[in-house]
């Protein structure tokens, strides 16, 4: 589900980079910045986005668990915004979560707008790296590709 992450999923244990967690990957970053997403219109929170080798999640202000966790396979686009409109430059994310009962796929838009914007392309280059190097959920990768414009 796009609503919730399972806390149990992951436990932060610090917020330096490097820190590894319960399915223990390392943070390759971690970074302070306001969630805006799609169908939350003009409602942005603060909290820090965190990119790993085999996902990214979302941890609100005020809370130790993720509150939104998606695995690079869930990511069906990411890109750096550099518009000055809209709130300024993000990062942006076009995530999908298939329900088994549903007929078509749920895809949500998400705007990371960073606190440093000057960490925007390295974030960015850490997910196309590690989304890259991700199998897709049938373990296909053939005709798989990124583009950095």
Known sequence: CLE???PSMVASQGAESG???SVGEPELIRV??????SHE???????????TNRQI???????????????????????VSHDEGEGGPCLYCQVTDDHPDADELDTEE???????????DEVFSL???SAAAAPNASGDNEGKFVCEL
């Open 32 to 37: 302070a910045c306001t969630l805006n997403r």
């Open 4 to 6: 919730k992450a399972c």
């Open 110 to 120: 998400l705007r990371f707008f960073l606190d440093d914007s000057s960490q925007l």
């Open 127 to 129: 997910m196309s790296e």
């Open 57 to 79: 999640f979302w941890i609100e202000d005020g809370s130790q668990d993720p509150s939104m966790l998606f695995p690079y396979e869930k990511i069906m686009l990411h890109a």
């Open 41 to 51: 219109e003009n409602q942005r929170k603060h909290g820090e986005l965190v990119v």
């Open 19 to 21: 820190d590894t967690h």
